[in-house]
T-cell receptor
Framework: DAGVIQSPRHEVTEMGQEVTLRCKPI?????LFWYRQTMMRGLELLIY????????DSGMPEDRFSAKMPNASFSTLKIQPSEPRDSAVYFCASSSYRSYNSPLHFGNGTRLTVT | DQQVKQNSPSLSVQEGRISILNCDYT??????FLWYKKYPAEGPTFLISISSIKDKNEDGRFTVFLNKSAKHLSLHIVPSQPGDSAVYFC???????????FGAGTRLTVKP
């Protein structure tokens, strides 16, 4: 079990550029979550998928943010255009079913810096 | 709005002593509470949980206490070890993981 894999680990970009973050969930997990970590707000849920279908994207801050899950083993979070206030650590997490008996498994995150 | 609050951004304790991390929540609909531990450059990892039907759950050196009337939970680490130095996130949810809310985290430093 390789765990949840995120890439890149670090991303530095200029304001206005498009940023794409990638995630490979644990094989067999059918829920995938994108979180954003900031100092002030901690871990915020942005969006989650069940069986590749977006279920709740109410946490996505603006239309500049979009997420896709084309198959069970891959998801992307895209920011277009990026802004300095998007700088944060973005985590992807997966779980096997929608129950409190199944804690979330997090990737190591992507640290995004927008200058 | 922050439904889960960790008011202490940092805590420092001596090795061998007790570490107590606190968490408050505002949503009375939460019925499941978790603590995650995060080392630098890694993602959070699940540590311990408690459901609302209990007031205490213990796992080795880690114990979580829940006071529903006060909407307060705490994590006790006894004895604290230098390897426990990390950021600890409190989380709360309804019956399903999709509405899991996290606090801002408390950085614990255990000094040798």
């Amino acid at each position: 079990d390789a765990g949840v894999i995120q890439s890149p680990r670090h991303e530095v970009t200029e304001m206005g550029q498009e940023v794409t973050l990638r995630c490979k969930p644990i094989s067999g997990h059918d829920y995938l979550f994108w979180y954003r970590q900031t100092m002030m707000r901690g871990l915020e849920l942005l969006i989650y998928f069940n069986n590749n279908v977006p279920i709740d994207d109410s946490g996505m801050p603006e239309d500049r943010f979009s997420a896709k899950m084309p198959n069970a083993s891959f998801s992307t979070l895209k920011i277009q255009p990026s802004e300095p206030r998007d700088s944060a650590v973005y985590f992807c997490a997966s779980s096997s079913y929608r129950s409190y008996n199944s804690p979330l498994h997090f990737g190591n995150g992507t640290r995004l810096t927008v200058t | 709005d922050q439904q889960v609050k960790q008011n202490s951004p940092s805590l420092s304790v001596q090795e061998g002593r007790i570490s107590i991390l606190n968490c408050d929540y505002t949503n009375s609909m939460f019925d499941y509470f978790l603590w995650y531990k995060k080392y630098p450059a890694e993602g959070p990892t699940f540590l311990i949980s408690i459901s609302s039907i209990k007031d205490k759950n213990e796992d080795g050196r880690f114990t979580v206490f829940l006071n529903k009337s006060a909407k307060h939970l705490s994590l006790h680490i006894v004895p604290s070890q230098p390897g426990d130095s990390a950021v600890y996130f409190c989380a709360a949810s309804g019956p399903y993981n999709n509405d899991m809310r996290f606090g801002a985290g408390t950085r614990l430093t255990v000094k040798p």
